[in-house]
C-alpha cells in the first residue's frame, strides 16, 4: 500500500536526519524532493501546492531551526499535515429510527457489488440487521454475483430480476425493510459514466425516492486524479456523505487518497485492502499518515490480530508452548490464523520501519514462503505431523512430490521446527541458551 511514496519520503527524512542542524535551505531542499514524490505519486497538483506550502511555513519556524532534533520536528509536522490533508475520520448515519439507507453507487468495474457485500457484513458485525438490495439491472450476473454473496455470508439479498426499474426496486426493498425488520438497506446501484446524463438522472430519481441517510461513491483507488474527477462529478448530481476507495492494497502511488478528499470535500469512510469479504477497513486518517511515513500502524495490527486469533485456542497453544508438546499440526493451525489477518506483506507493513528494511528480508517472512511452508506440512500424515522424527529419507521424497518442493526444502522446514522444539523444551524448563543461559537465567 503506497509503497513507491513511502520510499521516496523515507529517502528525504533520511538525508535530513544525517544534517543534524537544520537551516532554511536544507528545509527547502528536502520540500523539493516531497513535491516531486507526491506529484508522482499522482496526488493533484494544487493539494501538493497547498501541503508542501503548509509544512514549509511551519517548518521554518523558531521552534524548528532551534529544536535539538529539527529532522523529527519536520517528520512530525509532515505526519500533521498529512492528517489535515486527509480530514477528519466520519462514521455511517445510523442515527434514528430505522430502517437506514445507504446507497452504494460509481463507475462500472469498481467493485461496487463486492464493496456491498463487505459493508453489509461489517454493520451486522456490529450488530446491524442488512439487508442487500440488488439493484444493478445492467450488467450482466450482476444480481447472481450479490445472491452469491449473499448466501455465503448468511445476509439476506432482496431481488427482483432485471425486468422491474432500479427505483421500483429499491423501494420495494425500504418498504421490505420496514415490514421485517432490517435496520440497514444496502442499495447496489448499477454502475454509470458520471458524463452519460440519463444516468446520473436515473440515480438522481433513486435518491428522491428513499431518501437515503448515506449516499456512497465507491473508486477504484488505483485509477488516481480520474478518480478525483469522477467523485467531483457524482457529488455535483447526488451529494456525496462519503467515499468508499476500493483496491487500496494494489495502489503503490496514494494519489487518489491524498488528494479526494481535499478537492471533493467528500470524506473517506472506508478502504477496500484485499479481495475477501472481511478486507474493509475503516478510514482513520492518523493510522494512514503513519503508514505513509514508514511508521507503521500497531492499532490496526493489535485489532486485526485481536479479530483473528480466538482466545481459547490461543490459550491451548499458551499451554503447549510451555510443555514443549508444540507439533506440526499446531504449526499449521497458527498460519491459519495469521492467514485470517491479510496478507503477510500487508501485514508486516503495519510495524514501524518494515518500509526501510522490507528489500533485505530473507524469503522466508514472504507469504510466497508461508504457503511453500503449508504445502510441506499439508504433504504429511497427521501421524507425521505429530510426530516428525519418523520422517525418514522415503517419506521426505514423498512428501516434496506432494508439495510441488524439493527434499532440501523439507529437510530446512524439519531443521528449522527442530530448533524451535529445543528452544521452547529450554524455555520450559527454565533454561535459557546462550549469554542469558550461562549466567543462569
Same mark, same amino acid.
Given at each position: 500500500?503506497?509503497?513507491?511514496?513511502?520510499?521516496?519520503?523515507?529517502?528525504?527524512?533520511?538525508?535530513?536526519?544525517?544534517?543534524?542542524?537544520? +537551516? &532554511?535551505? $536544507?528545509?527547502?531542499?528536502? %520540500? @523539493?524532493?516531497?513535491?516531486? =514524490?507526491?506529484?508522482? !505519486?499522482?496526488?493533484?497538483?494544487?493539494?501538493?501546492?497547498?501541503?508542501?506550502?503548509?509544512?514549509?511555513?511551519?517548518?521554518?519556524?523558531?521552534?524548528?531551526?532551534?529544536?535539538?532534533?529539527?529532522?523529527?520536528?519536520?517528520?512530525?509536522?509532515?505526519?500533521?499535515?498529512?492528517?489535515?490533508?486527509?480530514?477528519?475520520?466520519?462514521?455511517?448515519?445510523?442515527?434514528?429510527?430505522?430502517?437506514?439507507?445507504?446507497?452504494?453507487?460509481?463507475?462500472?468495474?469498481?467493485?461496487?457489488?463486492?464493496?456491498?457485500?463487505?459493508?453489509?457484513?461489517?454493520?451486522?458485525?456490529?450488530?446491524?440487521?442488512?439487508?442487500?438490495?440488488?439493484?444493478?439491472?445492467?450488467?450482466?450476473?450482476?444480481?447472481?454475483?450479490?445472491?452469491?454473496?449473499?448466501?455465503?455470508?448468511?445476509?439476506?439479498?432482496? +431481488? &427482483?430480476? $432485471?425486468?422491474?426499474?432500479? %427505483? @421500483?426496486?429499491?423501494?420495494? =426493498?425500504?418498504?421490505? !425493510?420496514?415490514?421485517?425488520?432490517?435496520?440497514?438497506?444496502?442499495?447496489?446501484?448499477?454502475?454509470?459514466?458520471?458524463?452519460?446524463?440519463?444516468?446520473?438522472?436515473?440515480?438522481?430519481?433513486?435518491?428522491?425516492?428513499?431518501?437515503?441517510?448515506?449516499?456512497?461513491?465507491?473508486?477504484?483507488?488505483?485509477?488516481?486524479?480520474?478518480?478525483?474527477?469522477?467523485?467531483?462529478?457524482?457529488?455535483?448530481?447526488?451529494?456525496?456523505?462519503?467515499?468508499?476507495?476500493?483496491?487500496?492494497?494494489?495502489?503503490?502511488?496514494?494519489?487518489?487518497?491524498?488528494?479526494?478528499?481535499?478537492?471533493?470535500?467528500?470524506?473517506?469512510?472506508?478502504?477496500?485492502?484485499?479481495?475477501?469479504?472481511?478486507?474493509?477497513?475503516?478510514?482513520?486518517?492518523?493510522?494512514?499518515?503513519?503508514?505513509?511515513?514508514?511508521?507503521?500502524?500497531?492499532?490496526?495490527?493489535?485489532? @486485526?490480530?485481536?479479530?483473528?486469533?480466538?482466545?481459547?485456542?490461543?490459550?491451548?497453544?499458551?499451554?503447549?508452548?510451555?510443555?514443549?508438546?508444540?507439533?506440526?499440526?499446531?504449526?499449521?493451525?497458527?498460519?491459519?490464523?495469521?492467514?485470517?489477518?491479510?496478507?503477510?506483506?500487508?501485514?508486516?507493513?503495519?510495524?514501524?520501519?518494515?518500509?526501510?528494511?522490507?528489500?533485505?528480508?530473507?524469503?522466508?517472512?514472504?507469504?510466497?514462503?508461508?504457503?511453500?511452508?503449508?504445502?510441506?506440512?499439508?504433504?504429511?500424515?497427521?501421524?507425521?505431523?505429530?510426530?516428525?522424527?519418523?520422517?525418514?529419507?522415503?517419506?521426505?521424497?514423498?512428501?516434496?512430490?506432494?508439495?510441488?518442493?524439493?527434499?532440501?526444502?523439507?529437510?530446512?522446514?524439519?531443521?528449522?521446527?527442530?530448533?524451535?522444539?529445543?528452544?521452547?523444551?529450554?524455555?520450559?524448563?527454565?533454561?535459557?541458551?546462550?549469554?542469558?543461559?550461562?549466567?543462569?537465567?
Amino acid at each position: 500500500m503506497f509503497e513507491t511514496l513511502t520510499e521516496k519520503l523515507q529517502t528525504v527524512f533520511k538525508k535530513l536526519s544525517g544534517k543534524g542542524r537544520l +537551516s &532554511e535551505q $536544507d528545509v527547502d531542499t528536502a %520540500l @523539493r524532493e516531497v513535491r516531486l =514524490a507526491l506529484l508522482e !505519486a499522482d496526488v493533484n497538483f494544487r493539494v501538493v501546492k497547498d501541503f508542501v506550502s503548509r509544512v514549509r511555513e511551519r517548518a521554518i519556524g523558531a521552534d524548528v531551526m532551534k529544536s535539538l532534533s529539527p529532522a523529527q520536528m519536520v517528520i512530525r509536522i509532515v505526519n500533521e499535515e498529512l492528517i489535515a490533508t486527509l480530514g477528519e475520520p466520519r462514521k455511517l448515519t445510523l442515527s434514528g429510527p430505522p430502517p437506514h439507507v445507504i446507497m452504494l453507487a460509481g463507475l462500472q468495474g469498481s467493485g461496487k457489488t463486492t464493496t456491498a457485500a463487505k459493508l453489509a457484513l461489517k454493520l451486522r458485525q456490529s450488530g446491524q440487521r442488512p439487508l442487500l438490495v440488488a439493484a444493478d439491472t445492467r450488467r450482466p450476473a450482476a444480481i447472481t454475483q450479490l445472491e452469491v454473496l449473499g448466501q455465503q455470508l448468511d445476509i439476506a439479498v432482496h +431481488s &427482483e430480476g $432485471d425486468q422491474l426499474p432500479p %427505483l @421500483r426496486i429499491c423501494a420495494n =426493498a425500504v418498504a421490505r !425493510a420496514r415490514k421485517s425488520a432490517y435496520s440497514v438497506v444496502l442499495l447496489d446501484t448499477g454502475g454509470r459514466l458520471h458524463i452519460d446524463d440519463s444516468m446520473m438522472r436515473e440515480l438522481e430519481d433513486i435518491v428522491r425516492q428513499v431518501s437515503p441517510s448515506d449516499v456512497l461513491l465507491v473508486v477504484d483507488a488505483m485509477t488516481g486524479q480520474d478518480a478525483v474527477r469522477v467523485a467531483q462529478e457524482f457529488n455535483r448530481r447526488v451529494a456525496l456523505t462519503g467515499l468508499i476507495l476500493t483496491k487500496v492494497d494494489g495502489d503503490a502511488r496514494g494519489g487518489a487518497a491524498l488528494s479526494i478528499r481535499a478537492v471533493t470535500g467528500v470524506p473517506i469512510i472506508y478502504m477496500g485492502v484485499g479481495e475477501k469479504t472481511d478486507a474493509l477497513e475503516a478510514f482513520l486518517p492518523d493510522r494512514l499518515a503513519s503508514r505513509i511515513l514508514g511508521m507503521g500502524d500497531m492499532l490496526t495490527l493489535i485489532e @486485526r490480530a485481536e479479530a483473528a486469533f480466538d482466545q481459547e485456542q490461543a490459550q491451548k497453544m499458551e499451554q503447549k508452548l510451555r510443555t514443549a508438546t508444540f507439533d506440526l499440526e499446531d504449526f499449521l493451525e497458527q498460519m491459519q490464523q495469521v492467514k485470517k489477518m491479510g496478507p503477510l506483506e500487508q501485514v508486516l507493513e503495519m510495524l514501524p520501519g518494515f518500509a526501510s528494511i522490507k528489500d533485505q528480508l530473507p524469503e522466508e517472512v514472504t507469504g510466497k514462503q508461508m504457503k511453500r511452508v503449508e504445502a510441506i506440512i499439508r504433504s504429511m500424515t497427521p501421524e507425521e505431523r505429530r510426530n516428525p522424527r519418523i520422517i525418514d529419507s522415503s517419506r521426505k521424497r514423498r512428501v516434496a512430490r506432494g508439495s510441488g518442493t524439493t527434499v532440501s526444502q523439507v529437510n530446512q522446514l524439519l531443521n528449522q521446527f527442530r530448533q524451535m522444539q529445543r528452544m521452547m523444551k529450554q524455555l520450559s524448563s527454565g533454561r535459557l541458551p546462550g549469554v542469558l543461559g550461562r549466567f543462569g537465567l
